[in-house]
């Protein structure tokens, strides 16, 4: 079959952005293969290595199986780079990560910029990428050497990934940078040279471009490039191939399939979702899919359809056995369990299993955690990438992902092989003995199942019985949205009012209300007043206008102004952080938060609450009724998920039917982790960009804990308060 026939799955412009060959692939299972052959292969650079990725940490270990490395360099990833560049003085290394929202502040390294741009050598470069529209992220995980070869999937090269197939509850190697222990973790990349990693490195450098200078400055890629029409990287020196990897593939072509969201006059690319349903729409004997989470309905009625139409069709889905957090419960767990009742109404729920690889000696039961996005389809479709089955991957996040499609018996046996050596790593037994149980029963749900349900195995996911109802849903689409949240339609749909027909007058207020905050928003990105918002520029502006006893009033006003100059609240929380000591500024900034939030949820509630509902209707009242049941949770969630703008949020909720007390109880709860950890980096900023001392840390790690006891002591003095007022009503 040619390539992009029209026949075949790979579709160049529809499926896949283009088909590019590779001289070698391979699939590198788990985070030991794949940072080894990454360390192996930046061993071999000689000009740039490029990292793009939703989170990149400096104490990653850079490691393979050794852990140990034998290059004599050092094994974490930041003084690796270091002492690479002090070796090599003309290679350069460009590191790019998302952004990210507060909600993961807890879960990265503190100030990455310092960390991996300020105290490293010139060679290497940091930048934070928020070249996105709200609510979205860049969750693509590229690296690419000398141009010559690059690496694609779900890992990134971060902290609590490391991990061997093994997955091992008591390796002592599964710890983290405090010595934590983690849960094993199971994912997968694939390496590729040639024409596939030019193109994959033409798309890391249109990404930092953007990131650089924005949309305007990134090289215009074609809709559906061929490799010989992007602009070639010169020939590398030395081969980067790592050493010793074998590859899986030779000369073989390999689709590149993109998410990215309509922004900034650039338009949607939905190349990943069309490579779902088309996948699943040529499945024939097995569909097998690792995934972190399943909430895409579009993909769960194609998979239904397709079971119908072919009868011998079966389907194994690998997840993670819980999804820990409260919102990924209430947003990605019920999301799956709609996904699965699809399944189940179909009525081939016989042929369809929901896994998740279990390992001996577990207290939690909760199994290895499954990060990998990997689909296999038959032995005809090896798919590896950053996408997730959700709808943020369909549509929201920036995403990429690589796919083979067999056109050969040494193709279709390799992707054969790479399916039985998944299962095999999951059971606990060889791939030689997952294909002679396939090939005996017929049936790949038949082969799992003929193992023993003891040590090592995959284990059925119990989803309970958790109501999934107008709250979860709205969770949900706050959580997991398909599409950009536009801020002037965010603002129309809270003061809309009457329906514009009706009046020319609300027309123009909207009008002028949507000019209003992009004008705002230009102000603090391209203006003069844009070096306010860098914090030691605003501690310098503040302290001139006065000190002393003023200076705790003058600060608590600018959050107050701030909000309705929508300024960046993050940044006024690091200022207070820098200007005081921890106790006063954890203080002013709290207070200083809950006095603009409260200001805003006035102005919203006076003047968006009637407008909203003659807007909406009944939906709207049945959601704010829903939102005021567990008002507390959900404006928890609101503050801790990256949705809109902080003063944004405050009006919105101020329209809704959440009582004051809920609002502000919500807001302190939520907020908290922010305000904590970026009042404390304001105060130990100067610290932390020499070198972080250990008493610093110390105080970082008991702020943590206190955070802690505070969110558990303020959930549960609200819900008695809230017990209390109910009864006295009933009384």
Same mark, same amino acid.
């Not at 190697?173 to 490195?201: K, N, S, T, W």
């Not at 019985?465 to 709205?474: I, N, Q």
């Given at each position: 079959?040619?390539?992009?026939?029209?026949?075949?799955?790979?579709?160049?412009?529809?499926?896949?952005?283009?088909?590019?060959?590779?001289?070698?692939?391979?699939?590198?299972?788990?985070?030991?293969?794949?940072?080894?052959?990454?360390?192996?292969?930046?061993?071999?650079?000689?000009?740039?290595?490029?990292?793009?990725?939703?989170?990149?940490?400096?104490?990653?270990?850079?490691?393979?199986?050794?852990?140990?490395?034998?290059?004599?360099?050092?094994?974490?990833?930041?003084?690796?780079?270091?002492?690479?560049?002090?070796?090599?003085?003309?290679?350069?290394?460009?590191?790019?990560?998302?952004?990210?929202?507060?909600?993961?502040?807890?879960?990265?390294?503190?100030?990455?910029?310092?960390?991996?741009?300020?105290?490293?050598?010139?060679?290497?470069?940091?930048?934070?990428?928020?070249?996105?529209?709200?609510?979205?992220?860049?969750?693509?995980?590229?690296?690419?050497?000398?141009?010559?070869?690059?690496?694609?999937?779900?890992?990134?090269?971060?902290?609590?990934?490391?991990?061997?197939?093994?997955?091992?509850?008591?390796?002592?190697?599964?710890?983290?940078?405090?010595?934590?222990?983690?849960?094993?973790?199971?994912?997968?990349?694939?390496?590729?040279?040639?024409?596939?990693?030019?193109?994959?490195?033409?798309?890391?450098?249109?990404?930092?471009?953007?990131?650089?200078?924005?949309?305007?400055?990134?090289?215009?890629?074609?809709?559906?490039?061929?490799?010989?029409?992007?602009?070639?990287?010169?020939?590398?020196?030395?081969?980067?191939?790592?050493?010793?990897?074998?590859?899986?593939?030779?000369?073989?072509?390999?689709?590149?399939?993109?998410?990215?969201?309509?922004?900034?006059?650039?338009?949607?690319?939905?190349?990943?979702?069309?490579?779902?349903?088309?996948?699943?729409?040529?499945?024939?004997?097995?569909?097998?899919?690792?995934?972190?989470?399943?909430?895409?309905?579009?993909?769960?009625?194609?998979?239904?359809?397709?079971?119908?139409?072919?009868?011998?069709?079966?389907?194994?889905?690998?997840?993670?056995?819980?999804?820990?957090?409260?919102?990924?419960?209430?947003?990605?767990?019920?999301?799956?369990?709609?996904?699965?009742?699809?399944?189940?109404?179909?009525?081939?729920?016989?042929?369809?299993?929901?896994?998740?690889?279990?390992?001996?000696?577990?207290?939690?039961?909760?199994?290895?955690?499954?990060?990998?996005?990997?689909?296999?389809?038959?032995?005809?479709?090896?798919?590896?990438?950053?996408?997730?089955?959700?709808?943020?991957?369909?549509?929201?996040?920036?995403?990429?992902?690589?796919?083979?499609?067999?056109?050969?018996?040494?193709?279709?046996?390799?992707?054969?092989?790479?399916?039985?050596?998944?299962?095999?790593?999951?059971?606990?037994?060889?791939?030689?003995?997952?294909?002679?149980?396939?090939?005996?029963?017929?049936?790949?749900?038949?082969?799992?199942?003929?193992?023993?349900?003891?040590?090592?195995?995959?284990?059925?996911?119990?989803?309970?019985?958790?109501?999934?109802?107008?709250?979860?849903?709205?969770?949900?689409?706050?959580?997991?949205?398909?599409?950009?949240?536009?801020?002037?339609?965010?603002?129309?749909?809270?003061?809309?009012?009457?329906?514009?027909?009706?009046?020319?007058?609300?027309?123009?207020?909207?009008?002028?209300?949507?000019?209003?905050?992009?004008?705002?928003?230009?102000?603090?990105?391209?203006?003069?007043?844009?070096?306010?918002?860098?914090?030691?520029?605003?501690?310098?502006?503040?302290?001139?206008?006065?000190?002393?006893?003023?200076?705790?009033?003058?600060?608590?006003?600018?959050?107050?102004?701030?909000?309705?100059?929508?300024?960046?609240?993050?940044?006024?929380?690091?200022?207070?952080?820098?200007?005081?000591?921890?106790?006063?500024?954890?203080?002013?900034?709290?207070?200083?938060?809950?006095?603009?939030?409260?200001?805003?949820?006035?102005?919203?509630?006076?003047?968006?609450?009637?407008?909203?509902?003659?807007?909406?209707?009944?939906?709207?009242?049945?959601?704010?009724? #829903? +939102? !005021?049941?567990? *008002?507390?949770?959900? %404006? $928890?969630? =609101?503050?801790?998920?990256?949705?809109?703008?902080?003063? &944004?949020?405050?009006?919105?909720?101020?329209?809704?039917?959440?009582?004051?007390?809920?609002?502000?109880?919500?807001?302190?709860?939520?907020?908290?982790?922010?305000?904590?950890?970026?009042?404390?980096?304001?105060?130990?900023?100067?610290?932390?960009?020499?070198?972080?001392?250990?008493? #610093? +840390? !110390?105080?970082? *790690?008991?702020?943590? %804990? $206190?955070? =802690?006891?505070?969110?558990?002591?303020?959930?549960?003095? &609200?819900?008695?308060?809230?017990?209390?007022?109910?009864?006295?009503?009933?009384?």
């Amino acid at each position: 079959m040619a390539l992009g026939e029209s026949g075949g799955i790979l579709r160049p412009g529809e499926t896949v952005w283009t088909i590019a060959r590779a001289g070698r692939a391979a699939a590198l299972v788990d985070a030991a293969a794949t940072f080894g052959a990454m360390r192996a292969a930046m061993l071999n650079a000689r000009s740039r290595i490029l990292v793009v990725g939703w989170d990149i940490d400096s104490r990653t270990p850079l490691v393979g199986e050794e852990w140990e490395p034998a290059d004599g360099l050092p094994r974490e990833l930041g003084p690796f780079l270091r002492a690479l560049v002090e070796r090599r003085p003309r290679l350069k290394v460009d590191l790019l990560l998302w952004d990210y929202a507060l909600l993961y502040g807890l879960e990265r390294e503190l100030l990455p910029e310092v960390k991996l741009d300020w105290s490293m050598p010139r060679q290497i470069r940091a930048r934070l990428d928020d070249v996105l529209p709200i609510g979205a992220s860049h969750h693509q995980k590229i690296v690419v050497v000398d141009g010559a070869l690059a690496f694609c999937g779900g890992l990134d090269l971060a902290i609590r990934r490391w991990d061997t197939r093994a997955h091992a509850i008591d390796d002592t190697r599964l710890r983290d940078p405090d010595g934590a222990p983690y849960r094993p973790f199971h994912d997968a990349q694939m390496i590729v040279d040639g024409e596939a990693a030019h193109a994959l490195a033409a798309l890391a450098e249109a990404r930092w471009r953007q990131a650089e200078g924005g949309y305007a400055a990134a090289p215009k890629l074609p809709k559906a490039a061929a490799p010989s029409r992007l602009r070639r990287a010169p020939p590398a020196s030395v081969d980067p191939w790592p050493e010793g990897l074998v590859p899986d593939f030779r000369d073989v072509a390999v689709g590149i399939a993109r998410t990215r969201p309509d922004f900034a006059g650039a338009p949607a690319i939905r190349e990943v979702e069309a490579l779902y349903l088309a996948s699943v729409a040529a499945a024939e004997r097995t569909i097998y899919v690792e995934n972190q989470f399943l909430t895409r309905e579009s993909v769960a009625r194609a998979i239904a359809t397709r079971l119908a139409e072919v009868p011998t069709l079966e389907v194994v889905l690998v997840g993670p056995n819980v999804h820990q957090s409260w919102h990924e419960e209430h947003s990605m767990n019920a999301g799956r369990r709609r996904f699965m009742a699809i399944l189940e109404a179909s009525g081939c729920a016989g042929r369809v299993r929901l896994l998740y690889p279990a390992v001996p000696d577990d207290p939690t039961g909760e199994g290895v955690m499954v990060h990998a996005k990997l689909m296999i389809v038959d032995d005809r479709l090896l798919r590896i990438g950053s996408s997730n089955l959700n709808n943020r991957s369909m549509g929201l996040d920036s995403e990429c992902d690589l796919a083979i499609e067999a056109h050969s018996e040494a193709e279709r046996a390799a992707i054969a092989r790479i399916r039985d050596g998944l299962l095999a790593e999951h059971a606990g037994v060889s791939p030689d003995e997952i294909a002679d149980a396939t090939a005996r029963d017929g049936s790949l749900l038949a082969a799992i199942e003929s193992f023993p349900a003891r040590g090592r195995r995959l284990a059925p996911i119990d989803l309970g019985t958790a109501e999934d109802g107008e709250l979860a849903r709205r969770i949900g689409e706050i959580a997991d949205p398909e599409t950009p949240i536009a801020t002037p339609a965010f603002g129309a749909e809270m003061f809309a009012g009457q329906p514009a027909q009706r009046s020319l007058l609300r027309t123009g207020q909207l009008v002028l209300l949507a000019l209003a905050i992009v004008a705002i928003v230009a102000l603090w990105r391209f203006s003069p007043a844009s070096t306010l918002t860098d914090p030691a520029e605003l501690v310098e502006w503040l302290e001139a206008l006065g000190t002393g006893p003023f200076a705790p009033l003058l600060v608590v006003l600018a959050f107050v102004v701030g909000g309705l100059l929508v300024f960046p609240v993050t940044v006024l929380i690091t200022v207070t952080g820098m200007m005081f000591a921890p106790v006063p500024a954890i203080a002013l900034a709290t207070t200083g938060v809950m006095l603009s939030a409260a200001m805003m949820y006035v102005i919203g509630r006076a003047v968006g609450r009637g407008a909203l509902e003659r807007r909406m209707g009944r939906r709207t009242r049945a959601v704010s009724k #829903a +939102l !005021a049941d567990s *008002g507390v949770i959900a %404006v $928890a969630a =609101l503050r801790m998920l990256p949705v809109a703008p902080f003063s &944004v949020v405050n009006l919105v909720v101020g329209a809704s039917r959440i009582g004051l007390f809920d609002y502000l109880a919500g807001t302190l709860i939520g907020m908290a982790p922010g305000l904590v950890m970026l009042t404390l980096l304001g105060t130990r900023l100067a610290e932390v960009l020499a070198s972080p001392d250990p008493w #610093a +840390l !110390a105080l970082l *790690g008991l702020a943590f %804990v $206190a955070w =802690l006891a505070l969110s558990v002591g303020l959930q549960v003095l &609200v819900y008695r308060i809230k017990r209390k007022r109910r009864a006295a009503k009933g009384g």
